[in-house]
């Protein structure tokens, strides 16, 4: 099954040459495939599941997307999942569907950094991988795949605005990459960083709710201060506030004016955890941090489980 969301890879700019000013989530991902001749011969089955640029992505597409793919997964002749996204948030929806999901099956995400009407576009090349990703005997979970590298859905994040490979998986490295239509894996994919525990549960009650816990995220930087804070605790009428993720300075030190609104704000039931906003390694826990730590998220992943983790109270 190929599900189509949108994205640059179905994009479409005025100028061929133009690899920037284009629209995302224009063309529908049947005509995507029918364009790539190297599909020819894949029994893929289409269906479009929304048709935005991923910077846009939340709660309702969210559910669509797992709804539908953990229906897929069941059928017996589907042998994967391929999803079309946007790369701004592939990786937040890639996380995301392997905490609510954990298939046993392949679900692989796939993108481009062009858009289709490129000179020479990415997306053809990253679906034709992903098909073959999708097929191989080892593959399992959800992984993103792009440039030719297939990432964990826990480690992947984009870290490139605008080059072709604009993903890396940090410390764990990539699980895979494809070589001329066959991949060669670098590790067992079944291991992929998976330190959360499943909870089989929260996918019903993910799909029940109007919208998720408001959980923010925060920044520590030179000269900041909680003023931020202090202004989401004082809104909490409007949509009550469940937890802040704060991306701190280093191995997870966050600025003493801060921590003091962070506290503040705990001690009126909203839950904090701490996070890097280093862009490798992970928050080594330690007795002096000042919050719970995220089990070495990123901030935007972080962000989400906690999202989750409030689902169950
Ligand atoms: N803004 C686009 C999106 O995330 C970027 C891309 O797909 O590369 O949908």
Redesign the pocket.
Known sequence: MLLGT????A?RAAEAADNVGYV??QVDVAEFVAAVPALDEAPLDVEQIAQ??????GLGVWQALVRRIAAHLERQEVKAVIVT??????EETAFLLQSLLRPAKPVVLT????PSTALMPDGPQNLSDAVVVARYEGAVGVVVVCAGQVHGARDVAKVHTYRLD?FDSGDAGPLACVEEGRVRAFRNWDSAGEDRPFDTKARARFLAIKELPRVELITSHADADGSLVRGLLALRHERPLRGIVVAGTGNGTVHSALTKALNDAQAQGVRVRLTSRCVNGRVVPHPGLAFEDAGGLSPVKARLALALDLLEV
């Open positions: 949108g994205g640059t890879i994009g995302a989530g935005i640029d991923s910077k846009d992505m996204h946007g790369t701004d948030t592939i993108c481009a950094m062009r604009a």
